[in-house]
């Protein structure tokens, strides 16, 4: 059994020590956010955070997150409502397909947590290892300047 908090709620899962977390929040947590992109870790649409960083959610082990926090797309919901980038995603039209969205918007927050204004370069840089095939980048660092805006 693992055990993590995913989302703010305990979570006992069974699963293999060795198994990718990705398969665990999917199937058997039913989380729908993170998305298998390409499997290899390098395109970002698995993206989640454990203990505020992200981490590439495919290649990742569930046993890395044994007592940890998890937090997934889902987790940045203010009630009801979508948060602050998630918002910031909507306003600007940065979602095409929508794919790499959840990766991208992990990976922002993590931005925003450590610099809440950051830098258009910073911005790009720490979303240049998330991929987009839809080639919204320029909205999507718009939102995520916007929402450290929006603070």
């Known amino acids: 059994m693992v055990d993590f908090s995913l989302n703010g709620k305990a979570v006992s899962v ?3 020590d060795d198994t990718f977390l990705l398969y665990v929040l999917v199937n058997d947590l039913r989380i729908n956010g993170a998305k298998y992109g ?10 989640v955070l454990i203990d505020g960083e992200p981490v590439r959610s495919c ?4 046993s890395a997150a044994a007592g940890r926090s998890v937090t997934t797309l889902e987790g940045l919901r203010d ?9 910031a995603f909507i306003d600007e ?7 790499c969205s959840s990766g991208m ?29 839809c080639g919204s980048h320029n ?9 450290a805006r929006e603070v």
């Open 59 to 62: 290649l990742t082990a569930t």
């Open 38 to 47: 390409c499997g290899r870790a390098q395109c970002g649409a698995c993206t």
């Open 105 to 133: 918007i992990l990976q922002a927050q993590a931005l925003l947590d450590r610099n809440p204004t950051p830098s258009d370069g910073e911005v790009r840089a720490a979303l240049d290892a998330n991929l987009c095939r």
């Open 93 to 99: 039209q940065a979602a095409q397909c929508g794919y």
């Open 14 to 16: 069974d699963a293999p």
């Open 79 to 87: 009630g009801e409502k979508p948060g602050r980038l998630q918002q």
């Open 139 to 147: 909205r999507i660092v718009r939102a995520v300047l916007r929402a």
